[in-house]
């Protein structure tokens, strides 16, 4: 059977539950999942055109499946792209993009703040390919200016950083970019398309770690590039095909499902991580909180304009203590009174968890490093899940209480 055919301007909620159904065999409801490797061809003339044209046809599971297509076409009609292509991971993504856009000799500017991963394949991995990046700072748009120069390709940005809740101006750095023949990159890893959406305010390519919020339940990794089919298709898809950073169709088909909730889960879990965030700013144990959602927070007009009015849903917040030492003393004891609360190190699942950013995902730093970062012994990154908000603050309570 063939898909509905939808009516032109349906709202986002709307396209999150409908965009892109695949043809179905038998009328089903629910996206179909295709879990095969590959594709029997009706006659060889067929095989032989769709060899030659990858978009014309599925042939083998590396270079597309329909049930990846049905994830990579809904999250663009969230996004507001032309296309999306799908990858393993989010760093898969990160990769393709670069294998996609960048030659020996280039040049990256990349904010301070990103990712971890992100910062070593840029500053460590593409060095080796002769690939150089300059970090600059993410609230700064003067620091991204002065470093650009006339071989520089990319900007990449990632909006409100993790753990600490920069934000930047997209549009800023988009007229930055394109003032120089450059392209603005944005990872939208903690916003979403449910919250911001980087092309509205002029980016170019939007890169998205679907096992983050995409999924939202944490059960698969997944990653894409939503963007202009000329980049999409004809740069992007070349690569995927040849380097296999594809995405297996059973994960597609989890994160196609995740993303019909994703608009309800971000209002509730942001409402739930601002309330977090007002009652930690009250606990007389707690120095700093920064959440975008927050009137202290340094970029908190812009955060609302940029993220639909929502703070997302990762609060971070340093604990008090007389130096290093007691703060982290004080962090663990919090984490390690949490019984609702999991110890973890990833976020954007329906659980909240709660993580020491200093001797976790940014123990590979030296101190020196982190305090550049700004990330004390005392901070602590809570990614605010589906709780009832009495049950979290409960169990913040047990730990902060005994400070
Ligand atoms: C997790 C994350 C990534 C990497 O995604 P994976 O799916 O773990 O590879 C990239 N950017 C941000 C902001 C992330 O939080």
Known sequence: MKPKSLPPGLHRDTLAVHAALAPSQHGENSEAL?????????????AAHRFAH??????YGRTSNPTVTSFEQRLAAMEGTEAAIAASTGMSAIL?????????????ICSRSVFGSTMTLFGKEFAKFGVETSFVSQTDAAQWQAALRPNTRLLFAETPTNPLTDVCDIRALADIAHGAGALLVVDNCFCSPALQRPVEH??????????????GQGRVMAGAICGPSKLIVDVFGPIVRVAGMSLSPFNAWVVLKGLETLNIRMQAQCANALAVAQWLQSHPAVRRVYYPGLASHPQHALAMRQQSGMG???????VRGDDADSARANAFSVINSAQV????????????IITHPATTSHGRLTETQRQDAGIGQGLIRLAVGLEHIDDITADLSRGLNAI
Not at 34 to 46: I, K, M, N, R
Not at 54 to 59: I, M, Q, R, S, V
Not at 97 to 106: E, Q, S, T, Y
Not at 312 to 318: E, I, K, P
């Open 34 to 46: 295709y879990l095969t490797s590959g594709f029997v061809q009706p006659d060889a003339e067929t």
């Open 54 to 59: 990858p978009t014309e046809g599925y042939t």
């Open 96 to 108: 393709m993009l670069c294998m996609g856009l960048l030659k020996a000799g280039d040049h990256v």
């Open 202 to 215: 002029g980016a170019d390519l939007v890169i998205h770690s679907g096992t983050k919020y995409l999924d």
């Open 312 to 318: 997302g849903a990762v609060v971070s917040f340093d």
């Open 341 to 352: 609360i999991s110890i973890a190190t990833n976020l954007g699942d329906t659980k909240s």
